[in-house]
């Protein structure tokens, strides 16, 4: 018995000093100052602040957008007249709009970006035979596979003009709730009118031809001019 005693004794011991020589990860963390853990010298610590307590982050320089950048009713309200731009072009710079792509304060996770409204959504071209092989699929209001509806570009484009613009655009905004709540600030609508003139938007056509490509983005330039 006396042996068997010894044994445990000298096995609990054991696994006690194992315990003690190899310090677990959380315990490393918590001994190791933060100022260590951040890789930052002492010398830009606020005078009454010890770094060896957690706080808040002295040393973290990135910016994080404010409440007052993602709040809807502060939002700019721009227009982009869509008369002879090319398809793919114009949506990739609007998109860069809706997500805020184009602000110095745009962070991916907010939705820092504008109000948009397209008009002349019916005089959107696309190049190549696109006007006849381009084709879009609709399941109707039944949602199944046998209520298909197939049309071209152009058959769409006599149809719903607003439908080929607002398609494009979300297609290129992330697959998520943050992609949803920013296709919410799109406005698509055929003609030279529309009903937000009380916003005061801005025109942003010409900026947006020459983040697209200037005469890549736009098949008549030369009119526009």
Not at 57 to 62: G, I, L, M, R, Y
Not at 78 to 105: H, Q
Not at 148 to 168: D, G, S
Request: aromatic share 8%; charged share 25%.
């Amino acid at each position: 018995m006396s042996a068997l005693a010894s044994t445990s004794s000298f096995v609990g011991n054991a696994s006690a000093f194992r315990k003690s020589a190899v310090p677990s990860k959380k315990e490393v963390l918590r001994m190791t100052p933060m100022s260590a853990l951040r890789g930052r010298s002492l010398q830009n610590t606020p005078e009454g602040v010890s770094v060896d307590k957690k706080g808040a982050d002295f040393f973290n320089k990135t910016y994080y957008p404010k409440a007052e950048d993602v709040d809807n009713s502060r939002k700019p309200w721009v227009v982009v007249d869509a008369t002879d731009l090319r398809l793919g072009r114009m949506a990739s710079v609007a998109a860069t709009y809706l997500r805020g792509g184009n602000v110095a304060t745009f962070h991916p996770s907010f939705t820092t970006g504008v109000n948009l409204v397209v008009i002349n959504a019916e005089k959107v071209v696309v190049s190549g035979k696109k006007f006849e092989d381009k084709l879009y699929r609709n399941f109707s209001t039944t949602g199944r596979p046998g209520s298909m509806k197939i049309e071209t570009f152009r058959h769409l484009q006599e149809r719903l003009p607003e439908r080929i613009v607002e398609k494009a655009i979300k297609g290129m905004l992330p697959k998520n709730r943050m992609g949803r709540e920013v296709f919410r600030h799109l406005k698509v609508y055929k003609g030279s009118e529309h009903p937000h003139a009380a916003q005061n938007p801005t025109d942003i056509t010409k900026d947006l031809l020459e983040k697209c490509g200037g005469a890549a983005c736009v098949v008549n330039l030369e009119e526009r001019k």
